[in-house]
């Protein structure tokens, strides 16, 4: 089963609450609020976005990369925490 | 005037092109589809979040931290478009 | 083989370059030659690295990920590339 | 004065140790080590880069952009560190 439907639920609330962080950013730019509040409302969004992003690229080297129709070696898991660590680290 | 009231339009445009590129990431989500296809959503979502940072930085920049009570030198104003070109291309 | 070992002669080639650009950087520094040459070098040693890291991730997925006892399902190797292309473009 | 020469001396040992790390680099390629080491030191050398550019657009800010001929405002003061700590976590 892919790593989207398994993990369904907490993607979908992590998705809507950055639905909520972009609508507050329309909100405060139709507001003409404080540009720096802009900023930081916009901030946290993308922030919040490399997250998500980092999780589903996580999801998606273990479940469709490493696991297949054979169990993958120990060598390849090894290899495949090493590239999500780092493709983590470009994303916080 | 702030960049954010003077841009306003256009950039209540982008933002709201971004929310619904975060409605269409909450809804392949919730209908379950192909992973691939979950993380190309989620990727041009990022990248227009990116991209709109970057716009609100760049003007951030020239507004705020360029434009005060004194015109600024050719000089700051050089060194301001350096700074400009830098974070557009990190935030790429 | 290791594609760290099958690439070597193109990798070692591209890191000995960084090498140069990073001894131009210590030198521009050490000569207070102005700041905006500072950020340049300094800019194009980043660029130079965050592509040969690119690179040397893109290999270990290939290599070390991907590759394993087994040969891997197209699915996978279709995955696979899929995350490649994503890191390429964090990275660019 | 600027704030690479002000802050040379620090500068230049931050560029010189990252010589010093893609030295190691060009060594663990050329000695054909473990692909995972060789990740690790490039990472390592990346990180250390991405800091020293962090470093060097701030100092480009508060020097160049934000000091001029008269004293900048606190409004002026304030937004070029919000754009400073944008910055810093860009490149973190």
Known sequence: ???????????????KRIRGQVEALV???????????????????RGAMNSLMAE??????????????????SQQTVAAEEVIDMVKSYLK
Do not use: N
């Open 1 to 15: 089963m892919s790593h989207t439907i398994k993990e369904k639920q907490s993607l979908l609330l992590r998705a």
């Open 27 to 45: 909100r405060v730019l139709d507001e003409e609020r404080d540009c720096s509040e802009v900023l930081q409302v916009m901030s946290a969004a």
């Open 56 to 73: 589903l690229l996580e999801g998606h080297i273990r479940s469709h990369v490493l696991e297949g129709k054979h169990k993958p070696s």
